[in-house]
């Protein structure tokens, strides 16, 4: 599965993004498909994750502002970002767990100037 992430930018505090990934085929949809992000100096961290017929994870930095959605239809998973933050600049991944293997996109950086 090759997973094709795009999306990001500069942006201002406050302002909005939406990240969008594309997996090159049908990921089961009890499967989960998520997104992470890694800032410079920092291990890489869990944004949200989508598992179809359940509510989504959030981490606690980015819940009640970041929402993440998924169309099985169109093998993407979405994540829409709003009231962003400097803490929130880090280049963001695409990740989707299936058939018992990990898949990774290739990041999309996104910066948050104050």
């Known amino acids: 599965v090759q997973l094709q992430a795009s999306g990001g930018g500069l942006v201002q505090a406050g302002g909005y993004l939406r990240l969008s990934c594309r997996a090159s085929?049908?990921?089961?949809?009890?499967?989960?498909m998520s997104w992470y992000r890694q800032a410079p100096g920092k291990s890489r961290e869990l944004v949200a994750r989508?598992?179809?017929?359940?509510?989504?994870d959030y981490s606690d930095s980015v819940n009640g502002r970041f929402t993440i959605w998924r169309d099985n239809a169109k093998n993407t998973v979405t994540l829409e970002m709003k009231s962003l933050e400097p803490r929130d600049t880090a280049v963001y991944y695409c990740?989707?767990?299936?058939?018992?293997?990990?898949?990774w996109g290739q990041g999309t950086q996104v910066t948050v100037s104050s």
């Open positions: 085929r049908s990921i089961f949809s009890g499967d989960p």
């Open positions: 989508k598992r179809s017929g359940r509510d989504p």
């Open positions: 990740y989707a767990k299936t058939d018992g293997h990990q898949y």
